[in-house]
């Protein structure tokens, strides 16, 4: 391949490069700007999951 046939294929890979960065920063950006609906939720995942008799008592007030 020669030098005269490198270059518009060397061109493309670095446009294609460029937009998909440019694609990232702003899927990025728009993730950040937006308002988060669980702010200050707190879940809790228990591994293993509590049994039915576990859960109830769990839920019990104290």
Known sequence: ????????????????LLLSTLSFV???????SQQRSDSGT???VRI???????AEAASRPR
């Open 1 to 16: 391949m020669s030098v005269m046939n490198a270059r518009p294929l060397l061109r493309t890979v670095a446009f294609a």
């Open 26 to 32: 702003v899927g990025i950006a728009g993730d950040l």
């Open 42 to 44: 707190r879940v809790v």
């Open 48 to 54: 293993p999951p509590l049994t039915t008799a576990q």
